[in-house]
């Protein structure tokens, strides 16, 4: 089994946008070796097992912003890309209410053969692509796309979209403020979820140790719940980070 194809797909590796996205939770696929760790066909279709839209709205981002995306090639309950390997997210044993059989006992060996499998190929593949085009001389800031669910535990969510960030949230200020500018979106800094909640493993990975701009886009996924709604968003959003990356270049220049 070649890992690096089960874990990653790249599309556009050369094409020359400023950004690189990032689809995380892109597949609810279940390959072998692993199977579907015991879930009914519904879970595999739900939540649980990946981000409904966000692959279909990345792609259209990737198109609009002529940038290269980085998608997982299966679901996030086998390893979710996005959880470094000792994090208890990483091979969850139970997901919001459900339980998933095939996580329940796993050994330090499991463990261990998944991340090789799939963790490490994943953020190698993501950290080489990062690294040529830096050295390409090629600005470069880190967008990972996910979407969440409309009700949590019962409670509906207000928000459309969450806007988060690591460390450096000048990228997330610059986008929140011009999705608030230019579309009827509700967008919220930090909500649903913020990198307290453990969420910005990818960022604080790839993008913080090298000084990149970064930001985590959240949608509720009924906003994109068809590849008709998955477009429009990309065409609401893609002006968006184009603005608010060009805002930032602009204020650096302003500074120096």
Partial sequence: MNSAHVAVEIEGADRPGEVVLV??????????PWGDLGLTPEQREAHIAWDPGALG????????????????????????????????GAMPV??????????AALSPDDRSARTEALYEPFHAALRSLIAERLARGRPTALVTVHSFTPIWFGKPREV????????D??????????????TELDARLNEPYSGADGVCHTLALQATPMGLRNVMLELRNDLIADPTAQEAMA??????????????????????
């Fill in 160 to 167: 459309e979209l969450g806007v988060i960030h690591d460390d």
């Fill in 169 to 182: 949230p000048s990228l997330a200020q610059a986008v929140l403020e011009e999705a608030r500018r230019v």
């Fill in 235 to 256: 065409a609401t959003l893609a002006p968006v980070l184009q603005a608010a990356l060009s805002q930032i270049t602009a204020n650096n220049g302003e500074a120096a």
């Fill in 57 to 88: 709205l990345a792609r259209g981002l990737a198109a609009k912003l002529q940038a290269p995306l980085v998608a997982a090639r299966q679901s996030r309950l086998i390893y979710d890309l996005n959880r470094p390997p000792h994090h208890p």
């Fill in 94 to 103: 139970t997901s919001e209410i459900h339980d998933i059989p095939g996580n």
């Fill in 23 to 32: 689809c995380e939770h892109a597949s609810n696929v279940f390959p072998e």
